[in-house]
């Protein structure tokens, strides 16, 4: 399985919208209705939160692959 899979099987919206939220959440730009306020969520902050998803889902492809082999 690549990166690719994985990718599409978890739903690339769905890892955005994750990336999105937990970014706004270390970043406080939550109104007070708990909705992210994404125009005040750095890019670079967002874009750190994406490459965290994208690094924990090649982690889970390496212990799948492990597993695997075994």
Request: charged share 35%; net charge neutral.
């Amino acid at each position: 399985m690549d990166i690719g899979m994985v990718i599409y099987e978890k739903n690339w919206d769905t890892i955005c919208k994750g990336a999105r939220d937990d970014a706004c959440a270390e970043h406080d730009t939550q109104t007070p209705t708990g909705v992210c306020n994404e125009e005040n969520v750095p890019y670079q902050l967002y874009r750190l939160r994406m490459r965290r998803y994208l690094s924990s889902l090649r982690s889970e492809i390496s212990r799948e692959k492990k597993k695997a082999a075994e």
